[in-house]
DNA sequence: TACAATTATGTAATGTTATTACATATGTTG
DNA sequence: CAACATATGTAATAACATTACATAATTGTA
């Protein structure tokens, strides 16, 4: 058995290519890692990311322009709150992570002001403690 | 007197566009507003832009590639931790906000794991009040 | 099974966002 | 003024993403 089932060919590809990395991966550097399997153009990867991402299995990670595996698949704590990110600038790694308290305080101004919240991006970029270090 | 002293040419004009908009705007569509005024090429607004997001005049939004003036110029407020933005997706107007719990979490959490923040990003995309009724 | 509808795929072309490289000009300081 | 740093102009290219159109596979159902 492969990764996960539901998934398309393509799908199923493309998200093996993020959880293999341990880092964020731009679409073109998917393309160019699945050229052997068969993939030819972007709209490829990028069908395959909607799809996962509508799925909850990969994150976008905007300030990157790149995406990453969902590094909590399957657990609970993923379907109840925004998920934030901290992103080591130096290495490109990524920890996800997310907070009841943040949610809430962002839920209560959205909820004072009549907006209706869709989607919500949290990123911290700087070093992680080894690059740090 | 201009907008504010300091600035050059090109950045007073950039940050003029800005103030005058009432949503975010990419650097091309800046670039056609600027054409009058002797913008050529990408560059020119991009050069801008880099400057006026180091005096913390704007702020680009990642999620949408796109750059705003900062609603809070001057004020005291904007100088000690994360901006913060809700975006409506149906009239693009946004809106500038922080929140000093918010930032407390986040701290604690990159403090905890020796995380050395540089800048954090934080955009909610959503329905403004206006646009949700 | 056969059919229709939906979903997934393949491919090309194009649109949008951002940077590199190189030349010139302007401004500041000793 | 000379040396240096900063700002600007221009062209080319790189990186990211979508539109348009054609074909194939899957699914639901008569």
């Known amino acids: 058995m492969t990764s996960t089932p539901t998934l398309t060919k393509n799908q199923d ?66 379907s109840h709150g925004t998920v934030a990110f901290a992103i080591c600038n130096a290495c490109g790694h990524v920890m996800e992570f997310h907070d009841h308290t943040v949610d809430h305080r962002l839920a209560d101004w959205t909820k004072a002001r009549g907006f209706k919240p869709e989607k919500t991006t949290i990123e911290i970029r700087g070093l992680c403690a080894s690059c740090a270090a």
């Open 13 to 78: 590809l493309v998200l093996g290519v993020l959880k293999r990395s341990d880092a964020p991966l731009s679409a073109y550097v998917i393309l160019d890692k699945l050229r052997d399997n068969g993939f030819r153009a972007p709209l490829q990867v990028y069908r395959a990311l909607d799809k996962l991402l509508e799925k909850g299995l990969i994150h976008r990670l905007e300030s990157l322009n790149a995406f990453v595996a969902c590094a909590h698949s399957g657990e609970s704590c993923c």
